[in-house]
DNA sequence: AAACTCCTCAACCGCGACGCT
DNA sequence: CAGCGTCGCGGTTGAGGAGTT
């Protein structure tokens, strides 16, 4: 079947719209309505194509369309809904009144994805991302930073005070550089590279004291073997692990009833949604604090059991009836 | 102030789905 | 049922603004 020509194949306009295009296309709309997008660009005189209309007009024009930042309560649905739906902007976006399928796209990729991406959590799976490329970034960074370590000159002189201050910025990225690696299924090189990491923390310790390492990071290079196991009672409780509460999306304190989420809906006895508790307060307060504060808390043992993911402990009837 | 890099987001493109004949 | 035209979706791009050097 022979396509239609796209819009540059029959010199029609492209690219960003004018403010009279707009009021063009918003001036037939008003008056005639939605009908054929195939049509409208001659009806209304626009040089442009259907598509071109059609993509302004939901994107941009329509009255309904709400602008500006992203409420938290949307992050937390729009993480909520991908987690079950995929990259099925629409069908996440028709959760979310007033905002468009590209809108939401475009906040996932620059935003939420990168934010999950630094937590160690798989943005496609949302699980904590065990596979070793995964890792690779971070081993690197791992490398360099012990490479820069061995160079350092440590001899008390003139350039002592900068000195100091490149360790407590380089303790403070190893921390979360550890962390981050510790929630990573060890393989051999990466527990070679902890191991003399460890070593080096300490030597920096030692000379440093001021930069001691938090309590948590020595507990848990303290509490975890290198080798893969972790002491039982030393796991931390997992974001994933915690117990499963029925609770809505707000479990934000501060969040009101009337900013609940839109998955909840109208009938929210009917649609109240399984979490771990807690868990989206987490990722979406995440901007301001510390990523590995969350990567911490997934398992250090590359368990052979998987956790689960949000999807399979969230039930919403109307989601489960969109996915089937 | 200029050059450069990074980030955001509007818009495009290609493809599959759907509906009509 | 097949063929065709249109619509809607998701991935991708690139212009331009913001931030940094």
């Not at 061995?150 to 001899?155: G, L």
């Not at 407590?168 to 690696?181: D, V």
Request: proline residues 7%; glycine residues 6%; hydrophobic residues 35%.
């Amino acid at each position: 079947m022979r396509r239609p020509p796209s819009c540059g194949e029959k010199g029609l306009k492209k690219g960003p719209w004018t403010p009279e295009e707009d009021h063009k296309l918003m001036n037939y709309i008003q008056n005639h309505g939605l009908g054929s997008w195939r049509a409208l660009p001659e009806l209304a005189g626009l040089n442009r194509c259907g598509k071109s209309c059609r993509l302004r007009w939901i994107n941009y024009l329509r009255p309904d369309i709400k602008r500006g930042k992203f409420s938290q309560q949307e992050e937390q649905t729009i993480l909520q809904l991908h987690s079950i739906l995929g990259n099925k902007w629409s069908a996440i976006a028709k959760h979310l009144p007033g905002r468009t399928d590209n809108e939401i796209k475009n906040f996932w990729n620059t935003h939420l994805r990168k934010k999950l991406i630094q937590m160690g959590i798989d943005p496609m799976t949302h699980r904590p991302r065990t596979d070793f490329f995964a890792a690779l970034p971070q081993l690197i960074a791992l490398a360099n930073l012990r490479q820069l370590i061995e160079q350092q000159p440590w001899d008390g002189h003139t350039t002592r005070p900068q000195t100091e201050v490149v360790q407590a910025a380089n303790l403070q990225y190893m921390q979360s550089l550890f962390q981050s690696a510790a929630s990573i299924a060890p393989s051999p090189t990466i527990i070679s590279s902890l191991n003399s990491l460890t070593t080096d923390l300490e030597q920096i310790c030692l000379l440093s004291p001021q930069h001691m390492l938090s309590p948590t990071l020595l507990d848990r290079i303290g509490g975890v073997d290198l080798a893969g196991q972790v002491p039982h009672n030393q796991m931390t409780n997992t974001l994933f692990d915690q117990p499963v509460g029925n609770i809505n999306l707000s479990s934000d304190n501060n969040v009101n009833s009337s900013e609940r989420s839109h998955v909840e809906g109208e009938n929210s006895s009917q649609k109240s949604v399984l979490l771990p508790e807690n868990s989206l307060s987490l990722l979406t307060d995440m901007s301001a604090s510390n990523p590995c504060n969350i990567i911490s808390a997934s398992k250090c043992d590359g368990s052979s059991t998987p956790l689960p993911s949000w999807s399979e402990i969230i039930l919403d009837e109307e989601i489960m009836r969109e996915i089937a």
